[in-house]
């Protein structure tokens, strides 16, 4: 019986068509995962080329590659600069970053991410880190679990799912899968279950992993470290992450805040490589579910005049 993939990447093709890859080039895959980007990025270099593949699940150290063009940092893509610094790279030719969790994340009920198995509220990408998802369920404020929701799961009822939750900790504490579901039902109709779960357990995620926060970071850092022309290719899977890459994109600042210059031109350090987001083929969606949701941006570095 052969062993499932750990993660099939999403508009795979596209992606490496976006970067622009040189042979000599100096690339990141800040989400190494499976190593799937990875391996089809180093098929593109020369014996000059160089990788640096970043990842804070230990679970990812199984995929690294025997390559000497190859270098795993594992961390989170947030110290992306520090990491550079420390292997005496300051520049590099492209980023790319496929956001989410991986098909293998949803697969390991112990991680906790998928409602469809019973175990751990864990969610963490990094199992060394102190916040857990039950952390969060059993010690945030009414207030501030109402946020994460609405904020982060676009959940119009994310109050009353609120004080329902702080009620029930007061009874016993909230740390299994199924237990939160029971908790959750009385909430959901049939027709939607599914989808609005999903959104409580994406508000969750992105909350423990500080999801967002991260992604800024990645974003700000990456007109620092870009070459002239240098690329950054992104892979998102939900609203949130695709408004902030684009608005990012778009205008060079994380506040979306567009300046021009006199003759009404958009000033920002980015150009647009696609004016439209990419998405999957039907066929694709077909052979790989995941890629349903996913949207692709690129960007590149504008040399400086």
Known sequence: ??????????????????????????????????????????????????????????DALKNIMDDERFTF???????????LKYHGISHVDGILADLGVSSHHFDE?????????????????????????ATIL???????????FYLYGELHNSRKIARTIVQ??????????????????PFFGREKEKKDMARVFQALRIE???????????????TNVLNPGGRIAVLT??????????????????????EKDFFGNIISPLKLVNNKVVVASDEEVEQNPRARSAKLRVAELIPKS
């Open 1 to 58: 019986m052969t062993e499932p993939a750990y993660h099939i990447p999403a508009l795979l093709h596209e992606t490496i068509e976006g970067l622009n890859i040189r042979p000599d080039g100096i690339y990141v895959d800040v989400t190494f995962g499976g190593g799937g980007h990875s391996r089809e990025i180093l098929k593109h270099l020369s014996n000059k080329g160089r990788l640096l593949g970043f990842d804070q699940d230990e």
């Open 73 to 83: 940092v594992r961390s989170n893509f947030r110290y992306l600069k520090n990491f």
């Open 109 to 133: 009920a112990e991680r906790g991410f998928s409602f469809r198995f019973d175990g751990a509220l864990d969610m963490r990408m990094n199992k060394a880190s102190k916040l857990t998802a």
């Open 138 to 148: 059993n010690t945030y404020s009414e207030e501030a679990l109402a946020d994460i």
């Open 168 to 185: 029930s900790r007061t009874k016993e504490p909230i740390d299994r899968i199924f237990q939160f579901i029971g908790i959750l039902k």
């Open 208 to 222: 423990t992993n500080k999801e967002m926060d991260v992604l800024r970071e990645l974003l700000i850092q990456s």
């Open 237 to 258: 899977y939900h609203s949130l992450e695709d408004r902030l890459v684009k608005n990012f994109f778009k205008s060079g600042n994380i506040e979306g805040k567009i």
